[in-house]
């Protein structure tokens, strides 16, 4: 019986607002420069309202992944949480127009509002980003439809949900229904930080899972050893383990089998979204049956397209790009 989705992904539901500003500004702003800062909400509202002619785009690490695996044309479904006020709506409908479906309505009434990552674009091509959390990061089992969850071929998870009580319940959640229907589940460690925080659960929770996503330095962490030592334990206790390792060879383990995918080293444009989009590539091949290898090398295109602009979503037709290099 076929599903309704091929891919869901859970996620944080976050608006990216980007602006143009010069160093001058980040300082009387008290911005600091080129890295990424949790905000509370009365410095949020307050950036926000600093922003002129700011450029408004549904954001977040998985939402980012399915806008790619959308554009390839597979069949993806969206569980977040956005807030039903101006913010929220517009998210929803653009995640809808970009192909996937936004399975959870706007929450109304006096919750938190939506999330929103203020990002301020510098002259060199900095991104200095300030995001307020708002009520993505609520998330909970109580998101997580059975109607959706049994009805995808794979649920694909973001490690950052994992700092909060009720994003482990929504992902257990998740993960069970999804099995019980005969689906794959899997998940992008997201941050060696967030690794660290949760070591002993996530450590548990990949045994269950059928593939895990991660970089060098998220895997170091997940196994406090060094790479190597790391992929095989990984190997030996998950499905099938993919590494990056920026600008180096990626590597994919499945048991006893292992694929190298070199990597072609270009001067990035922005490296926001690289690692979304080779989730978006990967899960395209493992979602249409490739080899570890053609799985490796459509992560491996799909993050060089993004890189070689502004903006953390493809601008290319990437199916075209896997025909170019005979991978369809």
């Keep these: 019986m076929t599903k309704t989705y091929q891919v869901v992904g859970i996620g944080n539901a976050i608006v990216d607002v980007i602006t143009q ?28 309202s600093s922003m002129t002619n700011r450029v408004q785009t549904p954001g977040g690490s998985v939402a980012n992944t399915l806008a790619g695996l959308g ?13 039903d006020d101006a913010l929220g709506r517009f998210y929803a409908a653009e995640m809808e127009s970009d192909g996937t479906a936004f399975v959870n309505s706007p ?31 609520e998330i909970s089992a109580d998101d997580v439809a059975q109607s959706v969850a049994a009805d995808t071929e794979i649920m694909f998870l973001e490690g950052y949900l994992y700092d909060k009580p009720q994003g482990k319940h929504a992902f257990n959640q998740a993960a069970k229904l999804t099995k019980a229907a005969g689906g794959k589940v899997g ?93 978006a590539g990967f899960l395209y091949g493992y979602a249409t049956g490739q080899s570890l290898a053609a799985c490796g090398r459509m992560g491996c295109i799909a993050a060089g397209e993004v890189i070689s602009h502004i903006g953390p979503r493809p601008e290319t037709d990437m199916k075209q790009l896997f025909r170019k290099e005979g991978l369809i």
């Design 107 to 137: 929450v109304p009434g006096g919750e938190l509002p939506t999330s929103r990552s203020m990002i301020f674009v510098s002259p060199d091509g900095e991104r200095s980003m300030n995001t307020y959390l708002g009520i993505s990061s």
């Design 187 to 279: 998940i992008s460690l997201s941050d060696p930080f967030c690794v660290d925080r949760h070591r002993d659960d996530f450590r548990k929770f990949v045994k269950e899972l059928d593939f895990v996503i991660g970089n060098e330095h998220e895997w170091e962490s997940l196994y406090q050893s060094d790479l190597s030592t790391a992929l095989e334990t990984a190997a030996s206790e998950s499905g099938l383990v993919v590494c990056t390792r920026s600008g180096s060879d990626v590597v994919l383990v499945q048991g006893e089998e292992e694929a190298v995918v070199p990597v072609k080293r270009v001067q990035p444009v922005d490296t926001t979204g690289a690692g979304d989009q080779f989730a």
């Design 71 to 83: 554009g390839l044309g597979l069949k993806t479904g969206f569980i977040g949480r956005v807030h």
């Design 21 to 48: 500003a010069d160093d001058s500004f980040l300082e009387l702003m008290g911005i600091e420069k080129g890295i990424m800062q949790l905000v509370e909400r009365e410095r949020g509202e307050l950036l926000y």
